[in-house]
Nanobody, 116 residues
Framework: QVQLQESGPGLVKPSQTLSLACTVS???????WNWIRQSPGKELEWVGL???????YYNPSLKSRTSISTVGSKNQFTLQLTSMTPEDAAVYYC???????????GGQGTPVAVSA
């Protein structure tokens, strides 16, 4: 079974771009590689995913600001979220799923705050 670990800055300023990485061990396989977030007091929100084929799918409400990609040589997939606002403050999780909507293995999550 794979293990996932998120990494990235814990604090970004408004209007900046958030960049997170998820390192997968031992290696990325044919999973659906998701990013999910949870803001304080809110439900989990799916941000988007990438497949081993390179296809990506995004939450329509975030699509214009989101980019997910893989770095195969590093067994990583990344999330970039532009134009950050305080509403984007959340714990961000990377999750491997065996199918659409499935969450089989997740990282421990990384908190991201948005403040000047």
């Amino acid at each position: 079974q794979v293990q996932l670990q998120e990494s990235g800055p814990g604090l970004v300023k408004p209007s900046q771009t958030l960049s997170l990485a998820c390192t997968v061990s031992p290696a990325m396989g044919n999973y659906y590689w998701n990013w999910i977030r949870q803001s304080p007091g809110k439900e989990l929100e799916w941000v988007g995913l990438t497949l081993s084929s390179g296809h990506t799918y995004y939450n329509p409400s975030l699509k214009s600001r989101t980019s997910i990609s893989t770095v195969g040589s590093k067994n990583q997939f990344t999330l970039q979220l532009t134009s950050m606002t305080p509403e984007d403050a959340a714990v961000y999780y990377c999750v491997a799923g065996s199918g659409w909507g499935r969450c089989d293995v997740g990282g421990q999550g990384t908190p991201v705050a948005v403040s000047a």
